[in-house]
């Protein structure tokens, strides 16, 4: 009965550490979102508010993590639960990476909006809800055990691999074009590779998900 | 006895941990130093070579993942060799991506050494060469517990950030002046932004082993 006492009080750790993730995936999606709202309706604030927020993230990834030495350390977990907990540890870097990418991508937003547009956003956009996505089921995958889902969101990274290059051939045109137009084509080819970063993080974590499940290591295997 | 019997064991083991960090380190370092040759010496033989090369790096991550996992389970460290474990997980991925990275250079280099030369490479060489070094004591600092040295690599990546932003102003400054260095220029310019990548993965290291030796968690603190 003692046992089982533990194993409860371990089951609900462990949910908690599932929320926490959880949450932090929330913040940063919203980041996602934001840094590039902030550029297709040219809204220097919310790049501010956006900018900001990364704090937040850094502090999720700080006490996450202390959580997961705090129960490797008196859990002493083994099998599934230490395959989930060194994973969560790896993931929360991802996840605080990703914050990265959207600062950066709303610094980007803040010197475009100082400058006349260079043409409607379609495609940069789109590549951020494809990406923003991605983060979401990669996080889902994770806390729910489903490698079905993880499996889905390596694949779906291929659509924004190609946005991306598509992306850059018409940058690339627009400046060659007009080489007036070759500061502003820089910085949104920048925010195209830091969204093709962003959905390469959730890559590697559904990744991590299907070895959890399957307790088989793709990465490396899936190109 | 017999537990100091198994103290020794597990000293062996993360002894031969560490040697397996500094063996994949090795050849990610050399990946650096090899895809920037490929460029400035317009090696495409060697630019295949490093590409090939990412498929060891990846192994060893794979191979010291599951080594952290068996020490983790069957060995249940505490204190300061539980977070040396977790901080094995961490950084094989930052290895990992290094690789990642100079896979990319050398892309770019096979395409370089397809067209005239652009400029004599001065600043790449150096990035690259600052990098490198920031890989290697980053990875010292850790196998040594060596905080001053991992403060070095922190402070130090502000030079390679430094190179890249002059690096970014220079291509900018190619391209408005003429449209046909274009393609060209951007290239260069992705490759600076991975030398620049690199320098990051060996600072999330440094900042990792700082926090292992002082238990302080310095990330999110130094700018």
Request: with cysteine.
């Given at each position: 009965?003692?046992?089982?006492?533990?194993?409860?009080?371990?089951?609900?750790?462990?949910?908690?550490?599932?929320?926490?993730?959880?949450?932090?995936?929330?913040?940063?999606?919203?980041?996602?979102?934001?840094?590039?709202k902030s550029i297709v309706e040219r809204d220097t604030e919310l790049a501010e508010k956006t900018i900001a927020q990364d704090h937040e993230v850094n502090g999720f990834e700080v006490s996450i993590d202390e959580r997961c030495l705090e129960l490797l350390a008196l859990r002493q977990p083994t099998a599934r639960d230490l395959r989930f907990i060194t994973i969560a540890l790896k993931l929360v870097t991802d996840l605080e990476r990703i914050g990265d990418q959207c600062t950066n991508i709303a610094r980007r937003a803040r010197e475009l909006n100082e400058e006349p547009p260079l043409k409607p956003y379609i495609d940069i956009p789109r590549m951020a809800h494809w990406?923003?996505?991605?983060?979401?089921?990669?996080?889902?995958?994770?806390?729910?055990?489903?490698?079905?889902?993880?499996?889905?969101?390596?694949?779906?990274?291929?659509?924004?691999?190609?946005?991306?290059?598509?992306?850059?051939?018409?940058l690339l045109t627009f400046m060659i074009?007009?080489?007036?137009?070759?500061?502003?084509?820089?910085?949104?080819?920048?925010?195209?590779?830091?969204?093709?970063?962003?959905?390469?993080?959730a890559t590697n974590i559904a990744e991590m998900v299907i070895f959890m499940v399957k307790g088989k290591d793709i990465r490396h295997t899936i190109a």
């Open positions: 009965m003692g046992h089982e006492h533990i194993s409860r009080a371990f089951d609900i750790e462990l949910d908690e550490l599932r929320q926490s993730i959880l949450q932090m995936g929330g913040k940063v999606e919203l980041m996602i979102a934001n840094s590039v990406a923003e996505v991605m983060v979401k089921e990669a996080l889902d995958s994770f806390v729910r055990g489903d490698a079905d889902l993880a499996i889905k969101v390596c694949k779906d990274d291929s659509f924004v691999d190609e946005l991306n290059i598509q992306i850059q051939r018409e074009e007009d080489p007036g137009t070759i500061s502003r084509s820089m910085k949104l080819n920048y925010i195209s590779k830091s969204l093709e970063r962003i959905a390469d993080h």
